[in-house]
Each structure stands twice: as C-alpha cells, then as structure tokens.
T-cell receptor, first 111, second 110 residues
Framework: AAGVIQSPRHLIKEKRETATLKCYPIPRHDTVYWYQQGPGQDPQFLISFYEKMQSDKGSIPDRFSAQQFSDYHSELNMSSLELGDSALYFC??????????FGPGTRLTVT | ELKVEQNPLFLSMQEGKNYTIYCNYSTTSDRLYWYRQDPGKSLESLFVLLSNGAVKQEGRLMASLDTKARLSTLHITAAVHDLSATYFCAVLFGNEKLTFGTGTRLTIIP
C-alpha cells in the first residue's frame, strides 16, 4: 500500500541557509500536518493544512512557512536556519479529521 | 493548554516481566493514540482508543483508556527484547492536531 513520502530523507545545511522539505500524503488524504522532533524530545506540532488552507498553527517560528498544493502535497520552507533547527521533521496525512499516517521523516542537520 | 504526561520516562526491565506505562492528559479529548518509535525512525501507530473503557490488545501489548480519569495505560506482558523502543501516547485535541506525551524509553534486558 502507498505510504506517506517525505523528501529529502536527510539534509545538511549551514547556519543562515534555507531548506525546503516536501511531503506527499497517501492518495485521497486531504489534510497534512507537520511536526518537529528535537533530539530526545517528543514531536511538536508546527502547522496543518486542509484542502490547501491553513487549518491550525502551533509552535512554528516566523522563519518557517508552509503551504499545501492542489495535489495535496505540502512543502515546509525554512529560512535563516539556526543550529536549534536541527531535528527530525515529520509530516502526517489524514482524510479529514481521521487517523494521521506519518511519513518516514526528514533529518535536518544545521552546522 | 493541553498537557500530556507519561511515566516513567525511562524503563529498564528484564525479559519475561510485566510492566505498565501511564499517560495522563489535562483536558477532555476525543481520541488517544499510542505510538512506537525506534531510534531515528518514524512513528508507528500501535493503538487508537476512542471511548471510555476501551481496551485493545496486540501481541504482548494492551492499551486501555479511562476518559473520566483522563488516563491511558500501555501494559506490556512477558517482555521480549524486540519491544525495546520509545513509546509515545498522543492526544487529539482541538483542530485535530496531536499533542504528544514526553515518551517512555523502554529497554528490555535479556
């Protein structure tokens, strides 16, 4: 069965650079969520989209932005990267408010 | 603000023993999830608990939910090494975002 796809799986950036993470939910899943998990931490909700509209916002820095496209994939754009942005970034997809299915994650390392 | 607390944070147990992980949350919620995470890996859904008194079992793991006490438990029976991982509970609140517990890092010792 098709699963959630995230790309890239690993990303190394330097401070002050930009990064774009992509998420492709399972077909027909119209809702996307982004979570950030720091080393040894629990995942923290960043932002979510339903039908291309932002539906909720969590602890997402102003340096980050995200959007959902007409094919329901989503991109998380991160600018002016800081060392503290190093983390695992998960996206999850769902059909409406149904169960969230998590992707494999993107490991971002900022040096 | 919704708070989700797990205990213990770290658990080291011998193979063959039983133990329980606890998850308390502060506000009424519609759904509670249990996830397993191996180091550097994604979150694997174990259980979805929807109603008061719900109990679900899969292999050596059993989860239960008491919505009145705002408490969920994950019980491990006759632990085996393969169960070593970090376990998170997560509560669905508000606009469908998940709030995760602090996680319990479980190590099974042969």
């Amino acid at each position: 069965a098709a699963g959630v796809i995230q790309s890239p799986r690993h990303l190394i950036k330097e401070k002050r650079e930009t990064a774009t993470l992509k998420c492709y939910p399972i077909p027909r899943h119209d809702t996307v969520y982004w979570y950030q998990q720091g080393p040894g931490q629990d995942p923290q909700f960043l932002i979510s989209f339903y039908e291309k509209m932002q539906s909720d916002k969590g602890s997402i820095p102003d340096r980050f932005s995200a959007q959902q496209f007409s094919d329901y994939h989503s991109e998380l754009n991160m600018s002016s990267l800081e060392l503290g942005d190093s983390a695992l970034y998960f996206c999850a997809g769902s059909m409406g408010a149904g169960e969230q299915y998590f992707g494999p994650g993107t490991r971002l390392t900022v040096t | 603000e919704l708070k989700v607390e797990q205990n213990p944070l770290f658990l080291s147990m011998q193979e063959g023993k039983n133990y329980t992980i606890y998850c308390n949350y502060s506000t009424t919620s519609d759904r509670l999830y249990w996830y397993r995470q191996d180091p550097g890996k994604s979150l694997e859904s174990l259980f979805v608990l929807l109603s008061n008194g719900a109990v679900k079992q899969e292999g050596r793991l059993m989860a239960s939910l008491d919505t009145k006490a705002r408490l969920s438990t994950l019980h491990i029976t006759a632990a085996v090494h393969d169960l070593s991982a970090t376990y998170f509970c997560a509560v669905l609140f508000g606009n469908e975002k998940l709030t995760f517990g602090t996680g319990t890092r479980l190590t099974i010792i042969p």
